[in-house]
């Protein structure tokens, strides 16, 4: 079948929560804005504490190593970008009296944050082996079905909110506001709450279970409350839009594939979010350091992303994007020099995170901008399974980060608990905090220099608010 009907159609006289064409939409309230972003500080509650911690939990609480974990991760990573592709299309072909994306958001939020807390509750009678197929049924649970149904929706709503440029980088904004917040909580308070709920697997217990609420009630008011205003169909009406066709129009578009590129670089990148506990810990001999590094990554980009759309507005998205990523080179150079003087680190560190302000602001806006092409070229409508590919790239990024950071661990000769690790171990560390970001960064340049489609955008909203695409789109738009 390819419509997956959630509930019943619209029913005569009743009110649709969108267009039957998309068209230009109203400007956006400041309330929803702010009702989308909430998603996003549900959402890091169970995907960066997945990510920030359950090496160190495993390694040090369950008694796994490093090596294992990475490899769990990235087994299930290649299976998501599979489950990433069929998610889109189900989005696509969804009808319900509330939209494609926003039933699938509420729908799976629950479940992700039982989850989560049971990836945190490794029973500790099963035996090693029996650990390890637990946290691989869990964690495949998690990166393979409900995050990604989960994440791909919530990020197409981008697409099906609004057509405004301005308001798509202002929700990106708002919605990296919302998740560094919770990304910065989680860092901050994550070690502190373990210890005073009496450490160990007690202490990962009480944390987990708080969030699991934080993560799935925000998701839950975001999905319940939000608008879907444009919602494309197709041109043509005997176009099919499962699986394979979607696929064949979406990687024909070179902008496309760049997005790609440009996600998985941006998760590459976060190497250093895997590696700060460990940082903290044998660099400068304290944990609670991680909170003081967290702080200085993150506290610039929520300040900055206040400004982004306006910085945006003046300057075009491309440009603004590269001007910061240099900024960031800039600031991952002095990390290196600074790598053991904490504070002059954290100068460093401010100074790359408001480098990457930018970026992280515009990057739904470019991917839904790209929806926007590979719709006005193609006629098939691609809002979800285009966020659901650049989620793809994401999770395959965020994967080979938590797999990377094991890797390099095992490799370095990292020994779990010891109150000095071997040189190699140090070197890895420091890699994967500082060095491997730097080259992400550098690439992330050449990947957006490469998306030169925005000064043709204005037009080709208007040709799509005319219905002029696929076969009936001005062809030689794009060489002008």
């Known amino acids: 079948m390819e419509n997956y009907k959630l509930e019943s159609?619209?029913?005569e006289g009743q009110p649709s929560q969108h267009h039957s064409r998309p068209?230009?939409?109203?400007?956006?309230?400041?309330?929803?804005?702010?009702t989308f972003g909430l998603g996003d500080f549900g959402a890091n509650y169970s995907w960066t504490f997945i990510a920030s911690f359950i090496t160190i939990y495993m390694t040090d609480t369950v008694g796994m190593s490093a090596g294992i974990i990475g490899t769990i991760i990235l087994l299930a990573r290649v299976f998501d970008g599979f489950s990433d592709i069929?998610?889109?299309?189900?989005?696509?072909?969804?009808k319900s009296r509330w939209g494609k994306a926003k039933p699938w958001v509420v729908i799976t939020a629950p479940i992700l944050g039982l989850l989560t807390f049971s990836l945190f509750n490794v029973p500790a009678g099963l035996g090693q082996t029996g650990k390890i197929v637990y946290v691989f049924i869990i964690y495949f649970l998690i990166s393979v079905i409900f995050y990604t149904a989960n994440n791909v929706a919530y990020s197409s709503l981008t697409s099906f909110m609004t057509t405004d440029e301005k308001d798509r980088v202002s929700l990106g904004s708002i919605r990296f506001i919302f998740a560094?917040?919770?990304v910065l909580s989680i860092s901050s308070f994550t070690t502190v709450l373990v210890s005073g709920f009496g450490g160990g697997q007690q202490g990962w217990t009480w944390t987990a279970a708080i969030y699991a609420i934080l993560c799935a009630v925000p998701l839950m008011i975001t999905g319940w409350f939000v608008k879907e205003r444009n919602v494309a169909e197709k041109k043509d009406k005997t176009q099919k839009t499962s699986f394979i066709p979607i696929i064949k129009v979406l990687f024909s578009n070179k902008y496309f594939n760049l997005s790609i590129v440009l996600y998985l670089l941006w998760y590459l990148r976060q190497t250093e979010t895997g590696a700060r506990i460990y940082y903290a810990t044998y660099i400068f001999d304290n944990p609670d350091v991680m909170g003081i590094l967290s702080t200085a990554s993150l506290l610039p980009l929520i300040i900055g992303l206040f400004f982004a759309p306006k910085i945006v507005g003046l300057y075009g998205l491309?440009?603004?994007?590269?001007?910061?990523?240099?900024?960031?080179?800039?600031?991952t150079g002095a990390m290196i020099f600074f790598s053991e003087h904490l504070i002059g680190l954290v100068v460093a560190t401010v100074i790359n995170a408001l480098g990457l302000v930018l970026l992280q602001a515009g990057l739904s806006a470019i991917v839904a901008d790209v929806g926007d092409l590979v719709y006005w070229e193609s006629g098939v409508p691609v809002q979800g399974s285009v966020f659901s590919l650049t989620s793809a790239g994401m999770k395959i990024g965020q994967g080979l980060t938590?797999?990377?950071v094991g890797w390099a661990l095992q490799f370095g000769g990292y020994v779990a608990n010891a109150s000095v690790q071997p040189d190699g171990a140090i070197f890895a560390i420091k890699s994967m905090f500082i060095y491997f970001p730097l080259l992400m960064i550098v690439l992330m340049f050449i990947t957006v220099t490469l998306l030169n489609y925005e000064k043709f955008m204005p037009k080709i909203r208007d040709e799509i608010a005319l219905g002029n695409v696929g076969e009936d789109r001005d062809h030689s738009l794009m060489k002008k």
């Open 402 to 404: 938590a797999a990377l």
């Open 86 to 94: 069929f998610m889109g299309t189900v989005i696509d072909n969804t």
């Open 9 to 11: 159609y619209e029913q």
């Open 180 to 182: 560094n917040i919770a």
């Open 318 to 331: 491309r440009q603004s994007v590269n001007a910061g990523l240099l900024v960031s080179v800039l600031g």
């Open 23 to 34: 068209g230009k939409t109203p400007k956006l309230k400041m309330m929803e804005k702010l």
